[in-house]
C-alpha cells in the first residue's frame, strides 16, 4: 500500500534548526502536491507548507522566512527545512500527498508523523 514515511524530527534549541524529510512509495510522486502540517497537543492540525507537482510554493504566515519546502522527484521525496526554531513550532509534523483528477477523483495519503520540540 501507499506509504509516506516522515523522519528527521527531535528535540532542537531556540534558533537551531532541523529538515524532516518524507519519503513516497507506491505513488507516481511526480504528479503529487506535497504539503507538511502540523498538529500540536490540544489543537487542529494546521497546514505548513505545500509544494505542488508543478514546483509552486505556499506557506503559512507563521513560518514564512523560516521554513522552506521542496521536493525531489528523483527520490520520491519531500523536504522540509526548518531554521530559527521557536518554542511554538512544537507539534507533530505529518506529510500529506494529494492528487486530484479531470473527473473529480482525489487521492488523499498521510504518514505517521514526526514530533519535532522546540526547547524553552
Known amino acids: 500500500q501507499v506509504q509516506l514515511v516522515e523522519s528527521g524530527g527531535g528535540l532542537v534549541q531556540p534558533g537551531g534548526s532541523l529538515r524532516l524529510s518524507c519519503a513516497a512509495s507506491?505513488?507516481?510522486?511526480?504528479?503529487?502536491?506535497m504539503g507538511w502540517y502540523r498538529q500540536a497537543p490540544g489543537k487542529q492540525r494546521d497546514l505548513v507548507a505545500i509544494?505542488?507537482?508543478?514546483?509552486?510554493?505556499r506557506y503559512a504566515d507563521s513560518v514564512k522566512g523560516r521554513f522552506t519546502i521542496s521536493r525531489d522527484n528523483a527520490k520520491n521525496t519531500a523536504y522540509l527545512q526548518m531554521n530559527t526554531l521557536k518554542p511554538e513550532d512544537t507539534a507533530v509534523y505529518y506529510c500529506n500527498a494529494k492528487r486530484r483528477g479531470a473527473t473529480g477523483w482525489e487521492r488523499d495519503y498521510w504518514g505517521q508523523g514526526t514530533q519535532v520540540t522546540g526547547a524553552s
Open positions: 507506491r505513488i507516481l510522486f511526480r504528479f503529487y502536491d
Open positions: 509544494i505542488t507537482s508543478d514546483g509552486n510554493t
